[in-house]
């Protein structure tokens, strides 16, 4: 049986020279524990000493990319800005076989990497489906995710799905080729067209694409589905256990998780901050960054 690594793809690195506002250095690792031979990329900005560290996590179908606005105003205030990048995502390896891509694959690689980089004193930022695997990691680490930056996000528990999910969801299933750097152009219409394009810098022909085809089929709307398990032990231990800060926003133009799946969300986290709206950000709000890091430092007291 082939295994994930035997038949990975690396985007070559030309693909990633002169992105517009992405001048940071790559960080590799290839031997995390299960995943030997995999190299996964990361962000790594700002002091290594820092008292914070920022665990800034992308969705589908981006990429850490989609922090280059928010670290620098992170590192200014003196913080540490770690960012990988999802298999199949990025500069991280990516392997063929779509099935390769499964809830508990990206689960347990956040993982590994989350205790190879020994982090403390973290603040997550959760988007997308980096909420949906990021925000079941701090009941596996409490006492080293302190803090939590969510939004347009949620954690499924198999009770079905929106209309605009379904659109999205079937939309991937008959485009297997699509272009990602069009439809972040569409989705963020404050882009300019080099960075639209520059979203899709990891994806040079549709056989890099797995885990971009993969993500929208694992989200959890029908009982039993992977993961699920995962996402009600994480709601319950927020109901209970969270003593962390969480500071709760939402880009307000998003037809999919909006204003109404955030506000559900809120309720749900021990102490999170009244919901933080950003009306004219959209699903991905880390475009929008002075509006989403500024307030997220002053309810930290981080600034």
């Known amino acids: 049986m082939t295994s994930p690594r035997d038949d990975a793809l690396r985007t070559p690195d030309e693909r990633f020279e002169n992105l517009p ?30 008292e914070v560290t920022f665990l800034c996590l992308h969705g589908e179908p981006s990429w850490a990319y989609l922090y280059r606005k928010m670290i620098p105003i992170l590192t200014a205030a003196g913080h540490r800005c770690v960012a990988p990048d999802f ?20 689960r347990n690689a956040l993982k590994a990497f989350f205790e190879r980089m020994d982090l403390g004193n973290v603040c997550s930022v959760n988007q997308d489906w980096g909420g949906l ?3 079941t990691l701090p009941m596996d680490y409490p006492d080293r995710i302190t803090r939590m930056i969510v939004a347009n996000t949620f954690l499924p528990t198999g009770q079905g799905a929106s209309d605009g999910f379904k659109a999205w969801r079937d939309y991937v299933a008959t485009n297997p080729e699509f272009n990602v750097g069009e439809l972040m152009g569409r989705a963020n219409p404050i882009l ?13 022909t549709p056989e890099y694409m797995g885990g971009v085809r993969r ?24 109901a209970n256990d969270w003593a962390g800060e969480c500071f709760i926003a939402v880009g307000a133009q998003d037809p999919v998780l909006g204003v109404e799946t955030m506000t559900a969300l809120q309720k749900m986290i021990k102490g999170a901050s009244d919901l933080h709206v950003i009306e004219e950000g959209g699903h991905f709000v880390q475009e929008w960054a002075e509006e989403l890091t500024h307030p997220a430092l002053k309810h930290f007291d981080l600034e």
């Open 215 to 238: 993500f929208p089929q694992l989200v959890m709307t029908d009982p039993g589905m992977e993961g699920i398990k995962c996402s009600e032990a994480a709601l319950k231990f927020f």
């Open 87 to 106: 298999f199949g995502f990025g500069r991280s390896d990516k392997p063929k076989d779509d099935a390769a891509y499964t809830y508990h694959f990206h």
């Open 21 to 50: 506002g992405f001048d940071f250095a790559p960080n590799y690792i290839d031997d995390l524990p299960g995943y030997e031979g995999l190299r996964m990329h990361y962000l790594d900005e700002g002091p290594k000493d820092a």
């Open 133 to 135: 695997l990021g925000l």
């Open 192 to 204: 300019s067209e080099a960075e639209a394009a520059a979203y899709d810098a990891p994806f040079p």
